[in-house]
């Protein structure tokens, strides 16, 4: 029996404010093996969940030049990269490449580069990709808007392009539990503080149509009960490296964690859907 789905009425004021003490220029998580295996971890989840790394409805050819926008280990580029022609190019993005591959081993059609996406993308990279991929940047989106982060994502595409950007529902969750007796208030306090506010999810088609592009549509997906706890593993070990980082209360935290693993273990998982948004650039 399902139990314990609280959906997002009852949420503490204290668990949506936690992003407010994240200082501009800031990063929100770290940059260590820790952070990095589980990027590539939750890169495996996805593509598990979505089964496809590009939407169906994104179309490329042999000439296509494709981006990937913190890009983070560059796991999803360079997973993609192996079930496509060498003649398509990739580039990854990301404000610091320290979690890639050394320059020397990547291959000769995909490259990497520095950059802010806050900042105009540099001359050579504007209007030239078919495909431009973001996925997982709630924790750097300013002021619940992401409308900044867009106008860039749009100059670097042609006219046509594809944008598709990839993101844990962190509005519309839910704890699941075996039975109603068991408590999970610790785990969605934990939970909570991770997701912050992020209401810009609820409106993104219209935000994408306001935005200079077209055709705009939210793909959304659930995990199953059988994978739950995975996630909810990996949801955990990333709000411990939050809580590290950004919320600096280590006894509190240290507490919650022990709480929160204790009701994991009783049966209890974080509910998280997924969210893709694809459109093309007017
Ligand atoms: C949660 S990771 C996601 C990585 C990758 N997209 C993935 O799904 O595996 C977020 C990434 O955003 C990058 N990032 C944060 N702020 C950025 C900025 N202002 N410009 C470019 N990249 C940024 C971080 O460096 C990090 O690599």
Same mark, same amino acid.
Request: glycine share 8%; with cysteine; net charge negative.
């Given at each position: 029996m399902d139990g314990a789905t609280n959906g997002t009425g009852e949420r503490s004021p204290e668990g949506s404010n @936690?992003? @407010?003490s994240i200082k501009q #220029?800031?990063?929100?998580?770290k940059r260590d093996f820790n952070a990095s295996t589980r990027l590539t971890a939750q890169h495996y989840l996805w593509k598990d969940v979505l089964?496809?790394?590009?939407?169906?409805s994104i179309s490329i050819g042999p000439d296509s030049h494709i981006a990937d926008v913190a890009? #983070?280990? #560059?796991i999803w580029l360079l997973d993609l990269m192996?079930?496509?022609?060498?003649?398509i190019k990739l580039d990854g993005f990301d404000i610091?490449? +320290?979690?890639?591959?050394p320059d020397a081993w990547l291959p000769d059609n995909v490259n990497m580069h520095t950059w802010d996406l806050f900042e105009e993308p540099p001359a050579r990279f504007v209007?030239?990709? +078919?495909v431009v991929h973001i996925r997982l940047i709630t924790v750097a989106v300013?002021?619940?808007?992401?409308r900044p982060i867009l106008a860039n994502l749009h100059r670097l595409l042609k006219p046509g392009g594809y944008i598709q950007w990839d993101e844990a529902d962190s509005v519309d969750w839910s704890v699941r539990s075996?039975?109603?007796?068991? +408590? @999970?208030q610790a785990v969605e306090r934990l939970f909570q503080q991770l997701c912050g @506010?992020?209401?810009w999810k609820r409106n993104m088609v219209q935000i994408l149509n306001s935005s200079g592009f077209h055709g705009s549509l939210t793909h959304r997906v659930e995990y199953g009960r059988s994978m739950a706890r995975f996630w909810s593993d990996m949801y955990m070990s990333t709000w411990e490296e939050f809580a590290k980082v950004v919320l600096k209360n280590p006894e509190e935290s240290h507490m919650l964690g022990v709480n929160a693993m204790e009701q994991v273990r009783d049966g209890s998982a974080i509910n998280c859907a997924k969210l893709v948004w694809v459109a093309q650039k007017v």
């Open positions: @936690t992003y @407010t #220029g800031t990063y929100a998580l089964k496809f790394e590009l939407h169906p890009t #983070g280990n #560059g192996q079930n496509l022609p060498s003649t610091s490449l +320290d979690q890639c591959p209007g030239v990709f +078919d300013r002021n619940n808007d992401p075996v039975h109603h007796s068991v +408590d @999970t @506010t992020h209401d």
